[in-house]
């Protein structure tokens, strides 16, 4: 079930613009402390470093 949850928390991360708070509740974890330490466990870097990449990403793809 957690699997499951980060999954879609990294989906809501990747697709969305909302909060790492908002996707914390989306993705069905309670704790943003909890969801913060899994996720980094899971994905080996916090939902924060992971937005940042991925507002990078963008940045570079639209420089194209």
Known sequence: L???RLVN?????TTT???INEICRKAGFSDID???RTFKSFYGTTPK???SIK???IKNTERI
């Open 2 to 4: 957690t699997a499951v």
């Open 49 to 51: 470093k992971f937005l």
């Open 34 to 36: 909890n969801f913060i």
């Open 9 to 13: 928390a990294n989906k809501l991360l």
């Open 55 to 57: 507002q990078q990403i």
């Open 17 to 19: 613009n909302l909060s």
